[in-house]
């Protein structure tokens, strides 16, 4: 497959700040190119489904936030076309349903790296999820955890943001055909 993607009119035209940093916008910017392909396997049971993909995509004139001064009082960023990026990685899934109960699995692996090899900031490389539901009649009870791998704040590779994990709980019950608490 092949894509492009247009600066925005934030990228183009609004600055902003964020604590001590300071991102300039840039009229200048030309639009990212890709260039990608997958490669994937499905299989699908009575009560199971999964899947596999491998992926690779090439990135041209990828538009991103560039450091052009950091000292502890200001950090001074700039959107510009930062050239070539090559991301690559894996996605897998699985899902398995036990009469009233229903596992989903997913993993994504995704290596995302400039032409310099630094990471792509904010693109966690592994990340996850695994969600248990039970469904019977009009009663729904789900839970489940998410979690990311550290990434990068910045393009120089210098500022690491932690990894983070979330629980989701849902609970549901149909009062009527039209109405659920």
């Known amino acids: ?73 200001l950090i001074e960023r700039q959107r510009q076309n930062a050239g ?3 991301t690559r990685g894996v996605e897998a899934s699985a899902t398995q349903r036990w009469r009233d109960l229903r596992l989903e699995l997913a993993y994504l692996f995704s290596d995302s790296r400039f032409a310099n090899r630094n990471l792509i900031p904010q693109v966690p490389r592994h990340a996850g999820n695994a969600i248990l539901t039970w469904a019977r009649g009009r009663t ?10 550290a990434q990068y704040e910045d393009e120089l590779n210098l500022f690491r943001l932690p990894g983070y994990s979330t629980i989701q709980v849902a609970m549901r019950h149909g009062l009527t055909e039209q109405v659920s608490a």
Request: zero cysteines; proline letters at 3%.
């Open 140 to 149: 729904l009870l789900s839970g489940g955890l998410r979690a990311f791998h």
């Open 84 to 86: 070539a990026a090559l």
């Open 1 to 73: 497959y092949r894509s492009f993607r247009a600066p925005t009119l934030n990228e183009l035209y609004r600055e902003f700040r964020a604590g001590n940093a300071v991102t300039r916008a840039n009229d200048a910017l030309k639009p990212e190119f890709s260039f990608g392909s997958e490669l994937g396997v499905d299989y699908s049971g009575e009560t199971t489904r999964a899947s596999v993909t491998f992926y690779r995509t090439s990135l041209t004139d990828l538009i991103t936030n560039v450091t052009l001064l950091s000292t502890p009082a």
